[in-house]
């Protein structure tokens, strides 16, 4: 079958609640394949843009229901997920194994056998309920065992941690003020039960990604997961354990997956004008990734994906990233890639989306900029 990129970016802004505002929180999440949580502000906008009446706190709110939990996941960063999510593409990070490699063992400390011992020990100590970064470091360096890897338990990078997240040994429980705490999902999710083997989640977790970024192809998918750390032969089998369910379709000369129930809409699907403001860390970007020149023109690829790993607010046209944005109070900066003009009234409703989602009376728009806009670093 024959599609184009302009079907392919309409189909994904519905796909995605951009373009038709979504239902519950959780809904939201799990349709976009988590929410990437590093920044909490980012993950509240992310949903508060899709939802059809955003709420202050939504995303918080239900992380603290226990119908979504907060752990590190795809390329080790934190997320929120629902915990059906979870169970689909938590066995895929751990299938990776990175502890095992010798440069991870160089920089992080820790042998196989420590991080298994970690990843029996670390459930123990939080029987008893959640604890913060520094009860559970106090904890474990009661064990002589585990004096060695001290600094990196401290770490706020949480690097030896995250191999314990993958194997569902720990996630990050309600925040204590500042201070975040640890506690284990089957502790945090009613119901929840051991993470199935990675053959079992592979297939679950590729139709889940196909059907908000598709079409796509086996090392996008991976690259989205794990930055490309799973064996492409276990990926690949993954695709190919879903038989008949995909469909394989060409995007003007792309040959790529596609779940075959969504084939007739995408095919269906008419490209219209339309401009949204998403916000910094967005899963419209980061599924695709930004090395994905159809969606990000290469040569503007530094204004999206900056410094420390910071990903900028995206000014989105028909489907495709345009520019960035900022909010400095209720002024927003626009700059467009290439010095590129919107007439007012194709922007004024993005404009006053944002403001229904960040909760604001009001917000104006203070200059389209011919140069990316400064964005804050997080590092």
């Known amino acids: 079958m024959q599609l184009t990129w302009d079907q392919v970016f309409t189909w994904r802004l519905a796909r995605h609640y951009v373009s038709e505002s ?3 929180v959780p809904a939201i999440v799990e349709r976009i394949c988590g929410v990437q949580a590093q920044v909490g502000s980012a993950a509240e906008t992310a949903v508060a843009l899709r939802s059809a009446k955003p709420e202050p706190g939504a995303l918080t709110r239900e992380l603290g229901a226990g119908t979504l939990l ?3 996941a795809m390329r080790g960063t934190l997320h929120a997920l629902t915990p059906r999510s979870a169970a689909a593409f938590l066995p895929l990070m751990a299938a990776t ?9 160089k920089v992080f400390g820790a042998t196989p056998a420590e ?3 970690l990843t029996e020990a670390v459930p123990q100590v939080l029987a008893d309920g959640p604890l913060t970064r520094e009860e559970l470091v106090e904890a474990l360096l009661a064990d002589q065992a585990f004096h060695k890897l001290g600094e990196e338990l401290k770490s706020g990078w949480g690097a030896l941690l995250k191999p314990l997240s993958w194997q569902g040994a720990l996630c990050h429980g309600a925040a204590q003020g500042n201070r975040i705490t640890f506690t284990t999902p089957a502790q945090l999710i009613p119901g929840w039960t051991d993470l199935p083997t990675a053959e079992e989640a592979g297939p679950v977790a590729v139709a889940a990604y196909l059907a908000a970024y598709g079409p796509a192809t086996p090392e996008t998918f991976d690259a989205w997961l794990s930055r490309g750390n799973n064996r492409k032969p276990a990926v690949r089998a993954w695709f190919s354990a879903l038989g008949d369910a995909l469909t394989e379709v060409e995007i003007e000369g792309v040959r790529a ?3 075959t129930e969504d084939v007739d809409e995408l095919a269906a699907a008419t490209p219209r004008e339309s ?6 860390f967005d899963q419209y970007v980061l599924g695709p990734g930004t090395k994905d ?3 990000l023109p290469a040569a503007h690829r530094s204004e999206v994906s900056k410094k420390a790993g910071w990903i900028a607010p995206i000014v989105v046209v028909d489907g495709r990233i345009a520019g960035t944005w900022e909010l400095d109070g209720p002024d ?3 700059a467009l890639f290439d010095g590129a003009k919107l007439p007012a009234k194709r922007l004024d409703p993005a404009v006053a989306r944002v403001a229904a989602a960040l909760g604001l009376d009001a917000v104006k728009v203070r200059s389209a900029q011919t140069r990316p806009p400064s964005i804050p670093s997080t590092g």
């Open 293 to 295: 020149t159809e969606l």
């Open 70 to 72: 907060k752990t590190w």
């Open 115 to 117: 991080v298994a011992a």
């Open 97 to 105: 194994r990175v502890w095992e490699k010798a440069s991870w063992q």
């Open 275 to 280: 401009v949204h403001l998403l916000g910094a």
């Open 22 to 24: 979504g239902p519950a």
């Open 257 to 259: 997956y596609l779940r």
């Open 332 to 334: 927003l900066s626009v």
